[in-house]
């Protein structure tokens, strides 16, 4: 697995020399030790591994991997971990006790959350053990939204070749309204710009500029409408279909007078079943590369694996998660 080409090398070339601290909760999952390990041979990220040490040399032993210059935290047995208990109590605002707040901090995603709001990293990378509630829910109540955002969202970047484009919301709402799903459109704009993408908004459905009409397309419509009075610099078209979104003959037909002429780079899904059938759709059956979900909104960068992940699903992410922390 190289990680000097295709996007791995525009990712390398944005963080490369900086050591950003990425923690990873989940040390005794050998596709983690193995990135966390390929990671510290550059320059581009610091792993910081939570784990027992010894549960992670005997692993580091069965994979035949050398562990010795990864930055290891046992959470159990952490010197700070008053100062910690302290500032999450603090943050949650009479929410959790000091007893309460001791016990959260068992769980290694709360733990390695609690480091990403104190400063310790730059950013959180976990899920390959765990389920997207586990690593969300710390991350909202702790680290939390950007001011101007009410809710997170996941995005992933697709990849073929040199082809970029950004499908949301893949992960997290299973249904949002006009209001929320102008909030995606917007923030996946965002993120489309911190990896070189010139944002142009798609928000997708079934009907293109009234050709249907039913509440769905209405609401589409509308978030299009909003995203606009919100967002008057960005280039967005909506409601559109994909095929008027992607093909500028089929845009010419459909949707003459849009701006947009089927160059979109950034799809909207209107639910979340739609975003997260189409992109494995892409990968499985486009052939493209789909990194994410990348977690949109936060303060700080923390984002979610797949239980299905593998390696190099790990690395992406990572570094992924170092450029989204340049943006802090």
Known sequence: MALNTGLFKELLGKVEGKNIPIVFPEGKDKRILHAAVRLSATSAVKPVVIGKREELEALANEEFLQIGGLEIVDHLSYDGIEEMVATLVERRAGKVTEEQARELLKDVNYFGTMLVYMNKVAGL????????????????????????????????????????????????????????????AITSAETAKSFNIDPKVAMLSFSTYGSAK??????????????????????????????????????????????????????????????????KIAERLGGFDAIGPILQGLNAPVNDLSRGCNELDVLKLALITAVQSLEK
């Open 125 to 184: 990378v976990s899920g390959a053990m765990h389920s997207t509630g586990d690593t969300v829910r710390p991350a909202l109540q702790i680290i939390k939204t950007k001011a101007d955002v009410k809710r997170t969202s996941g995005a992933f970047i697709m990849s073929r070749g040199e082809e970029r484009y950004v499908f949301a919301d893949c992960a997290i709402n299973p249904t949002l309204d006009a209001e929320g799903l102008s909030e995606v």
């Open 214 to 279: 039913t509440p769905d397309t209405e609401k589409v419509a509308e978030a299009t409408k909003l995203v606009k009075e919100k967002a008057p610099e960005l280039s967005v078209t909506g409601e559109i279909q994909f095929d008027a979104a992607i093909v500028p003959a089929v845009a010419k037909l459909k949707c003459p007078d849009s701006e947009i002429q089927g160059d979109s780079n950034v799809f909207v899904f209107p639910s979340l079943e739609a975003g997260n059938i189409g992109y």
